[in-house]
C-alpha cells in the first residue's frame, strides 16, 4: 500500500510538474513576442540595431518580466492538473483506494514549495543578472546608459556617478519625467568610496553634466552645516537616462537585498520597499504551494456530480482576486503603513486558513 501511495505521489508530482512548465512556457513566450516588438519600435526609432542583437536582449529581459508569472502558472497549472485526472476518472480511482485529498495534494505543494525555493535562490538571482547584462548591451546598442539603480514606490533613489565620485540621491516625489526632484537628499561620496558631503535641498534640476540644488543646506564632516540658494553635483546621467530610470526593486537579486537594505538604513533612505520584497521573497515558496492547495478546492470535484466548469472559472477569478488582494497588502507595507512581514505574511496566512477549511469541508462534509 505505501509502494503504490508512493508511485501516485510521484506521478501526480510529475503530472504537475509537467503542466506547470507547460503554462509557464505559454505565458513566456508570449511575453517574449510582446517585449521583442517593443524593441523593434526603439530600433525603428534610434536604429544602431540588429535583429539578433534585439533577439538577444529580449531574452535576457524574459527572466526579470516573467518571473512574476510563476505564481499564476502554478494556480492555472494545478487547476488544470488535477481537472485532467478528474475528467479521466483517474482521481476516482485513486479516491476509492483510500487516498484522502490531503495526501492527493500533498505531493503537489511539496513540488510547488521546492519549485519557489528554486525560484528564490537560483532564478530570482540569474533573472537579475540576465537583466543587467541586458540594459548593458540596451545601452551599447541604442546609445543610452542605463546603469541605474532606482525603485518605482514614489519615493526614488539612486545611486550615480560624477567626476568627483558616486553619489546616493533620495527625493521625495519627482515631475517632469524625473527631471525634476522635490524634496532631495544627497550623499556625496570621492574616489575611495569615503563620505564626503549630505546635501538637502527643496528642489533638484538636472542640467548638463550636474543636479542643480536650490534652496537647501550641505554638511561636511567636522563642519558647521551651510546654507545655500544653489549647489551642484556631478552627474553622469543624461534626461534621457534619467526618463528609463524608473526600474522596479523587484528586479533586485534575492542575495543582494540584505546589503541593499543595511544600506539604505545606514544612508537613512526609505527601506521599506526592500524589506517587503524580501519578505515577498522569502514567502514565495509557502505561495506556490498555496495555489496548489487553492486549487484544490475547486476541482477535485467529480465530473459526475457537474458543475467542474463553473468551479474552475471561480477558481481563477478567486486567485486573481487574492493576487489583488496581495499586491494591494504589499503597497501598504511599500508605504510604511503597516509592517512589512504583515503586508506579506497575514494574507497568506489568512489564504491558507480559507483553502484548509474549504477542502475540510470538502473532504469531512
Given at each position: 500500500m505505501a509502494t503504490t501511495q508512493r508511485l501516485l505521489s510521484r506521478?501526480?508530482?510529475?503530472?504537475?510538474?509537467?503542466?506547470?512548465?507547460?503554462?509557464?512556457?505559454?505565458?513566456?513566450?508570449?511575453?517574449?513576442?510582446?517585449?521583442?516588438?517593443?524593441?523593434?519600435?526603439?530600433?525603428?526609432?534610434?536604429?544602431?540595431?540588429?535583429?539578433?542583437?534585439?533577439?538577444?536582449?529580449?531574452?535576457?529581459?524574459?527572466?526579470?518580466?516573467s518571473e512574476v508569472l510563476l505564481t499564476f502558472a502554478v494556480l492555472v497549472g494545478s487547476i488544470t492538473t488535477f481537472v485532467n485526472l478528474a475528467r479521466t476518472s483517474e482521481l476516482a480511482?485513486?479516491?476509492?483506494?483510500?487516498?484522502?485529498?490531503?495526501?492527493?495534494?500533498?505531493?503537489?505543494?511539496?513540488?510547488?514549495?521546492?519549485?519557489?525555493?528554486?525560484?528564490?535562490?537560483?532564478?530570482?538571482?540569474?533573472?537579475?543578472?540576465?537583466?543587467?547584462?541586458?540594459?548593458?548591451?540596451?545601452?551599447?546598442?541604442?546609445?543610452?546608459?542605463?546603469?541605474?539603480?532606482?525603485q518605482q514606490s514614489g519615493l526614488p533613489w539612486m545611486r550615480q556617478d560624477g567626476n568627483d565620485g558616486q553619489s546616493v540621491i533620495w527625493a521625495a516625489s519627482t515631475t517632469e519625467n524625473g527631471l525634476k526632484l522635490i524634496g532631495v537628499r544627497i550623499l556625496q561620496f570621492d574616489r575611495n568610496h569615503a563620505f564626503v558631503e549630505r546635501v538637502n535641498g527643496k528642489h533638484a534640476y538636472l542640467r548638463d553634466g550636474h543636479w542643480i540644488v536650490e534652496d537647501g543646506w550641505v554638511v561636511r564632516p567636522g563642519e558647521t552645516p551651510q546654507l545655500f540658494d544653489t549647489y551642484a553635483?556631478?552627474?553622469?546621467?543624461?534626461?534621457?537616462?534619467?526618463?528609463?530610470?524608473?526600474?522596479?526593486?523587484?528586479?533586485?537579486?534575492?542575495?543582494?537585498?540584505?546589503?541593499?537594505?543595511?544600506?539604505?538604513?545606514?544612508?537613512?533612505?526609505?527601506?521599506?520597499?526592500?524589506?517587503?520584497?524580501?519578505?515577498?521573497?522569502?514567502?514565495?515558496?509557502?505561495?506556490?504551494?498555496?495555489?496548489?492547495?487553492?486549487?484544490?478546492?475547486?476541482?477535485?470535484?467529480?465530473?459526475?456530480?457537474?458543475?467542474?466548469?463553473?468551479?474552475?472559472?471561480?477558481?481563477?477569478?478567486?486567485?486573481?482576486?487574492?493576487?489583488l488582494l496581495l499586491e494591494v497588502s504589499r503597497q501598504l507595507?511599500?508605504?510604511?503603513?503597516v509592517p512589512p512581514w504583515i503586508a506579506v505574511w497575514v494574507p497568506i496566512s489568512v489564504a491558507y486558513a480559507f483553502a484548509a477549511t474549504l477542502l475540510l469541508h470538502q473532504e469531512d462534509g
Open positions: 506521478y501526480i508530482a510529475r503530472r504537475l510538474l509537467t503542466t506547470i512548465a507547460t503554462a509557464f512556457s505559454l505565458c513566456a513566450g508570449l511575453i517574449y513576442m510582446i517585449d521583442f516588438i517593443e524593441l523593434l519600435r526603439q530600433a525603428g526609432k534610434y536604429g544602431g540595431a540588429t535583429l539578433p542583437s534585439l533577439a538577444w536582449i529580449t531574452f535576457l529581459r524574459l527572466p526579470a518580466h480511482v485513486m479516491r476509492a483506494g483510500g487516498m484522502s485529498a490531503w495526501q492527493f495534494l500533498r505531493p503537489g505543494a511539496l513540488v510547488a514549495f521546492i519549485l519557489g525555493v528554486f525560484a528564490v535562490t537560483v532564478y530570482n538571482p540569474l533573472s537579475a543578472a540576465a537583466r543587467a547584462e541586458a540594459e548593458r548591451l540596451h545601452a551599447e546598442v541604442f546609445g543610452r546608459s542605463s546603469d541605474f539603480l532606482s553635483v556631478p552627474t553622469y546621467l543624461s534626461p534621457d537616462r534619467v526618463r528609463d530610470a524608473m526600474g522596479s526593486v523587484r528586479s533586485l537579486s534575492f542575495w543582494e537585498l540584505p546589503t541593499i537594505i543595511d544600506l539604505a538604513e545606514r544612508a537613512r533612505l526609505v527601506a521599506a520597499p526592500y524589506h517587503v520584497q524580501f519578505q515577498m521573497l522569502l514567502s514565495r515558496p509557502f505561495l506556490l504551494a498555496l495555489m496548489v492547495l487553492l486549487a484544490g478546492t475547486v476541482s477535485l470535484k467529480s465530473f459526475r456530480a457537474g458543475g467542474v466548469q463553473t468551479m474552475v472559472i471561480v477558481g481563477i477569478v478567486g486567485g486573481i482576486g487574492f493576487f507595507g511599500v508605504a510604511g503603513l
